[in-house]
Structure formats: C-alpha cells, structure tokens
C-alpha cells in the first residue's frame, strides 16, 4: 500500500524546479503511506575523488560539527558538511571506506543512510509533507530524485525502517510490495559482505543489487537477476548517479504509472501524483508491463 514517485528532468534548465515538483508528488501519496516518508535526491556532486555521505542521528543537538573535525584530523583530511533537520551531508578526501569505518568505530548511534558522489538521502517518520518540509525539499535543486511514502505491514514504523533504502554507491531503491524470501536472501548476502541495518524486506532488495552490480554486472543485468531470485510482489524505482531505472515483478500487481515528456520523465503508484507536473496533460502516459526494465540516464535517454 506505499507509494512510489520519482523524477528525471532531461531539461537541465529546470534543475532548480525538482525539489518543488518532488514535494507536490510525495505529499499526493499520503494516503498511501502516512507512517513514515523519505527521498534521494541526486544533487550537488562531490568535488573529483572526494565522497558525500548522508548521515543520520536522532538527536536534533547532535555534534555535527565535533564528528566532521574528528574524522577531519583522524584521517588527515578535509571535511565539508551541511546539516539538515536530523540528517548531515558530509563531504571528505577521504577514501569512502576509511571515513566509513571511522565513523562505525567512533559514532555508532549515527546511521549512514548514503555513499557516493551526488546522493542525498532524507527520510523520518510522519506524514510526507511533514517530512518534506522538515527537510526543505521544495528548496533543494537536483537532476533526479525519487522519493517514497510508506505503510509499513511486515516491519517497525522507523526512521530507520523508511525508505529509500542505499546499500552501494550512489545507489538506493524504493519499493512498493512484499518479499517472501527476504529473509533467507539477507542471510546469503551478509555472507558474502553485504552489510543490512534493519530487518525491512526493501533493503535486501538493495542490498541484492549491490551485491551483483559488485559482481562486474550491468544495472540492467542486475535487475534481469532480481526477476529470478526476489521472490514476491514489487514495484521498484531505483536511483543511481546518472538516472533512474523502474520494475515491476512478472505478475505486477503493484501499481505503477510511467509518464514522459520533453523535459521530464516521471513515475508514481498513482498517476494523480504525476497529474501534479506541469504539462502532464501533454505527456505520453503508460503503464509499465511486467517484468520489464525502464531505465533513463545522463548518456541516453531511453525506455
């Protein structure tokens, strides 16, 4: 019963517009999912060979600051960040497995929602447009985005818990559905290296990804795998650094609504969240069939 938006703008001019079309769509998805609501937001990329990392505590007087100077003079480098509500954007020379690790050892309350290079992350509980401007999403400018309200069925109502879910570089998944084989699959991953930080279905779904796109496989040959191995009902729409990818499982009985113009690319559960774009009405709207890849990107604009 969640709800799915994302949004590719193939006009860079409207850059500045996305966090704002983003709210209007995420807030139209409330009734969807009023437990918790999250976005990535792909912005802002990292100077070259530096790391963004989106970190999260609960506490709204959290050292930010103490933490960004610690790993700063740890690791011998320079450090940037930028605090937002309950989240903190973090920019480093690091390499992004040492600031990782430092930050596991010396600041184990803090949740490291996201790695990579423009990846933002930003998710907490209650209703979307509380979160939306908690976390000023109508100010935040971006090439793409895709974004989540959540009803959580099978696990706790967490920050934690919401979604998107980033388990790699750059790199996050939304999903509506269920996996039934969740469980086991999250076993086998975690014995070849991949790290879970809740027992949420979605994130081992991320969490298969990485796993195969580590093996040396494409994207696509990543999401051709999942229609084998992710056992269940789902509606993935997947972020990664140059666009976004959608999926729906071979019975999709999820819902899900693509929707195409010159400037934009849109999807959404519901198409009355799409309805909230301007020029939507002068869209080329589909729905996406089953277990189909649709996948846009910064170097060829495709479906």
């Known amino acids: 019963m969640c709800g799915i938006v994302g949004l590719y703008l193939k006009d860079d001019a409207l850059r500045p517009e996305l966090g704002r079309r983003l709210t209007a769509m995420l807030i139209e998805m409330t009734d969807r999912g009023p437990d918790s609501a999250g976005f990535a937001v792909y912005r802002n990329g990292a100077p070259e060979g530096w790391t963004k990392l989106t970190l999260y505590h609960s506490a709204s007087t ?24 309950s989240h903190f954007v973090l920019m480093t020379a690091a390499p992004a497995d040492a600031a990782r690790q430092w930050i596991g050892d010396h600041h184990v309350d803090v949740r490291i929602m996201s790695v990579g290079e423009s990846i933002e992350i930003y998710k907490e509980k209650g209703l979307p447009m509380v979160v939306a401007a908690r976390f000023e999403l109508e100010t935040l400018s971006g090439s793409h985005a895709i974004g989540h309200t959540r009803m959580a069925t099978e696990s706790a109502v967490t920050t934690e818990h919401s979604h998107p879910f980033s388990t790699g ?74 666009g976004f990818a959608v999926l729906r499982d071979p019975i999709a009985c999820k819902h899900a609504v693509l929707a195409e113009t010159d400037q934009w690319v849109a999807m959404a559960t519901e198409y009355r969240a799409i309805a909230k774009l301007p020029g939507s009405e002068e869209a080329r709207i589909w729905e996406p069939a089953p277990g ?10 495709r479906h």
């Open 62 to 85: 959290y050292d930010w600051a103490g933490l960004q100077d610690g790993l700063a003079g740890a690791l011998d480098t320079t450090c940037q960040g930028v605090r937002r509500a």
């Open 169 to 242: 570089r750059d790199l996050c998944l939304v999903h509506n559905g269920s996996l039934s084989n969740h469980n086991r699959l999250r076993a086998w991953l975690r014995r070849r290296g991949i790290e879970f930080q809740t027992d949420n279905d979605s994130e081992v779904a991320a969490g298969y990804l990485t796993y195969c796109l580590g093996q040396g496989a494409s994207l696509k040959e990543a999401l051709e795998a999942a229609l084998k191995d992710l056992d269940g009902f789902f509606t993935f729409a997947i972020g990664t650094r140059d």
């Open 292 to 301: 189909r890849i649709y996948s846009w990107e910064r170097s060829a604009e």
